[in-house]
Antibody, heavy 122, light 108 residues
């Protein structure tokens, strides 16, 4: 069974860089089947897709966040990571990692991590 | 960019049928996926490609998509169906995923 687990600091200061890691078990991150994605949810609000990356380097990003977001894959650790630079209070959210299955011109997020709350505050 | 519009809330009595809509410009030409999220939990996929149910999802969950509206239908609603539901598409014109704002389903 494919499982994902997020990890990283729960508190980040304004203007700094948020960094999270997602550890994948039950599947190889080098699998050609999946992209590896990040989705966030501000407290009490809806889901917002951040971006996704394939192990071959192909990436897609939410246009509203693209200038501040980096996603990378570490196949040796079976992990992928998210960095969001120049954070503000608006970046406070639960951050989920998820599998991004691209099929027939669409995208399905079929496995999700439980999520980790990141608060941006001084 | 592409916008998906959902009603903020839907209420239904146990045993009745709940219908949650997702509106978008010519959404009938898109593949729509639906997620269920209970408080404090990660979302789970309940319908993909408009009307397909992933393994383990009860037959009570169904979907349709035509024109400018996609619909998630939950038959014989149970208390355990109380959750937030989100629709999602892939906007191929700009290559990014879009979620609707979510609908809170309340079982009366």
């Amino acid at each position: 069974q494919l499982q994902l687990q997020e990890s990283g600091p729960g508190l980040v200061r304004p203007s700094e860089t948020l960094s999270l890691t997602c550890t994948v078990s039950g599947a190889s991150i080098s699998s050609s089947s999946y992209y590896w994605g990040w989705i966030r949810q501000p407290p009490g609000k809806g889901l917002e897709w951040i971006g996704s990356m394939h192990y071959n380097g192909r990436t897609y990003f939410n246009p509203s966040l693209k200038s501040r977001v980096t996603i990378s894959v570490d196949s040796s650790k079976n992990q992928f990571s998210l960095k969001v630079s120049s954070v503000t209070a608006a970046d406070t959210a639960v951050y989920h990692c998820a599998t991004d299955l691209k099929f027939s011109g669409s995208t399905i997020f079929d496995y999700w991590g439980q999520g980790t709350l990141v608060t941006v505050s001084s | 960019s592409y916008v998906l519009t959902q009603p903020p809330s839907v209420s239904v009595a146990p045993g009745k049928t709940a219908r949650i809509t997702c509106g978008g410009n010519n959404i009938g030409s898109q593949n729509v996926h639906w997620y269920q999220q209970k408080p404090g939990q990660a979302p789970i996929l309940v319908i993909n490609f408009d009307s397909d149910r992933p393994s383990g999802i009860p037959e009570r969950f169904s979907g349709s998509n035509s024109g400018n509206t996609a619909t998630l239908t939950i038959s014989r609603v149970e208390a355990g169906d109380e959750a937030d539901y989100y629709c999602q598409v892939w906007d191929s014109s700009s290559d990014h995923a879009v979620f609707g704002g979510g609908t809170q389903l309340t079982v009366l």
